[in-house]
C-alpha cells in the first residue's frame, strides 16, 4: 500500500474539497418553500380569544324569530375547540321555533377583521389553500329534513370580487372536530388589496317544530405558498369560483349549487331542488323562478325533475328572453332578489307541499 506524505495529502484534500465546491454550484439543491398565513394569530387559532372576528344574524322570509324561524347568534368558547381543552373557538348557534318554520332562512356570519393580502412577500404565491375545523351538532336539524349549510368566502373590503372558499356543504351529523379544505387559484386574490374572511351557517327549509343547534368553527387559514428563490408570480389564473360578479370571463357554476344562491350561466339559471325527507321515496318537483313572492311573475320556463327523499340536485332553468337582461343587472348586486317556487308532492302522493326560497343571482368569474 502506498502512503502519501503528509504535505501531499494535505494538498489532495484541498483539491477536493474545491471540486465539490464547484459541483455543488452546478447542481440545483432542493428549494424550500416559503408559506404566509391569513389572517394569523388569534383570528386563526382562537386560541385564547375571538381575535377580532365579529358576527351578524340574517334572516329571510317568513321569519318571526323563536317561533316560525330559528334566532341566530354567534359566541366565543374558551375551551374544547380543535387543540383540546386549552384550545378556544368560535361558535354559530340556532335557537329552536316553536310553531312550524316554513318559508324562512336563517343565517349567521361570522367576519375576521379586515388583512391586508401579501401573498408571499408582496408577490404572488405558487398555491393558495383555505382550511377551516369543523365541530357539527345539527344532527338534529338535518334529521328533520331541514338546509343546513356552511360556506366561507374571502370579502374584497377595498373593491373587486369576492372569492369562495368553500361551496356550501351540509356540516354532517358526526360530533367532533373536522377539517373542511378549499383550494383556489393563485391568482384570485390580488396582492396588496384588503381582505377579510366569512363563516356563513344558513338554517331553512320546509319542517316542522325545530329544535337548537351550533356548529363551531376553528383553524381558519388562508396558506399562500411559494418556492424560495422562483420570483413567486403565480400569474393571475384564479379558479374562478368568486361568485363575486367582477370583470372576466364568465365561468360554469358549481356542480354543487348552494342554498340560497342562483348561478346564471349562457341564458339559465342553475339552482338547488332539494327534496324533504318527509316525503318518501322519491320527491316530484315543478320548478320555476319568479320576480317576487307574491304575485311574482315567471321568469324562467318551469322544469320538472325527481329528487330522492333528503336529497337534493342541480337543475337549469332556462330564462325567459324578456328577462335575460334583467337577470344580468341583478348578478351585479349582492341581495337576494329573485324567489325559487318548488311545488313537491311524493311519489305515491301522499304528501304535497310548496316551497319558496330567495336566491340571489351570481355569475362566477375568472
Known amino acids: 500500500m502506498n502512503i502519501l ?3 501531499n495529502v494535505s494538498a489532495a484534500m484541498v483539491l477536493a474539497t474545491a471540486m465539490l465546491a464547484v459541483l455543488a454550484g ?9 408559506t ?6 388569534n383570528a386563526t387559532t382562537f386560541a385564547t380569544s375571538a381575535g377580532g372576528w365579529t358576527s351578524e344574524a340574517e334572516y329571510a322570509g317568513v321569519c318571526l324569530q323563536g317561533l316560525t324561524c330559528p334566532e341566530m347568534s354567534g359566541s366565543y368558547v374558551n375551551t374544547g375547540g380543535a387543540g383540546g381543552s386549552g ?4 361558535s354559530a348557534n340556532s335557537g329552536g321555533t ?11 356570519h361570522w367576519r375576521s377583521p379586515a388583512f391586508t393580502y401579501n401573498g408571499v412577500g408582496g408577490k404572488q404565491p405558487e398555491s393558495l389553500k383555505f382550511s377551516v375545523g369543523v365541530n357539527p351538532g345539527v344532527t338534529s336539524l338535518l334529521n328533520l329534513g331541514v338546509n343546513v349549510d356552511i360556506s366561507a368566502r374571502a370579502v374584497a373590503v377595498s373593491g373587486g370580487g369576492d372569492q369562495v372558499l368553500v361551496d356550501a356543504v351540509s356540516p354532517g351529523t358526526t360530533a367532533g372536530w373536522k377539517t373542511i379544505n378549499g383550494e383556489i387559484g393563485p391568482g384570485a386574490l390580488e396582492v396588496g388589496k384588503q381582505y377579510r374572511i366569512e363563516l356563513t351557517l344558513s338554517i331553512g327549509g320546509l319542517a316542522a317544530v325545530l329544535p337548537a343547534g351550533s356548529v363551531g368553527f376553528d383553524d381558519v387559514s388562508l396558506r399562500a405558498t411559494t418556492t424560495s428563490g422562483n420570483g413567486g408570480d403565480g400569474g393571475n389564473g384564479g379558479n374562478g369560483g368568486n361568485g363575486g360578479n367582477g370583470k372576466g370571463t364568465v365561468l360554469p357554476p ?11 350561466y349562457k341564458g339559465r339559471l342553475y339552482v338547488r331542488a332539494r327534496c324533504p325527507r318527509r316525503f318518501k321515496p322519491v320527491c316530484k ?10 304575485r311574482g311573475r315567471a321568469m324562467t320556463r318551469p322544469i320538472r325533475t325527481r329528487v330522492r327523499s333528503g336529497k337534493f340536485r342541480r337543475v337549469a332553468l332556462v330564462v325567459k328572453p324578456r328577462f335575460r337582461k334583467r337577470v344580468s343587472q341583478l348578478a351585479k348586486v349582492k341581495h337576494k332578489s329573485v324567489v325559487l317556487r318548488l311545488r313537491i308532492k311524493s311519489k305515491r302522493g301522499k304528501h304535497k307541499g310548496t316551497v319558496y326560497n330567495s336566491l340571489r343571482v351570481l355569475e362566477r368569474r375568472r
Open 254 to 264: 358549481p356542480k354543487n349549487v348552494p342554498a340560497g344562491k342562483a348561478f346564471y
Open 98 to 108: 316553536t310553531l312550524a318554520a316554513l318559508l324562512s332562512t336563517s343565517t349567521l
Open 285 to 294: 318537483i315543478n320548478a320555476v323562478l319568479l320576480t317576487r313572492l307574491h
Open 87 to 90: 384550545d378556544g373557538y368560535i
Open 26 to 34: 452546478l447542481i440545483p439543491g432542493r428549494a424550500d418553500a416559503a
Open 36 to 41: 404566509t398565513e391569513y389572517p394569523g394569530g
Open 5 to 7: 506524505p503528509s504535505r
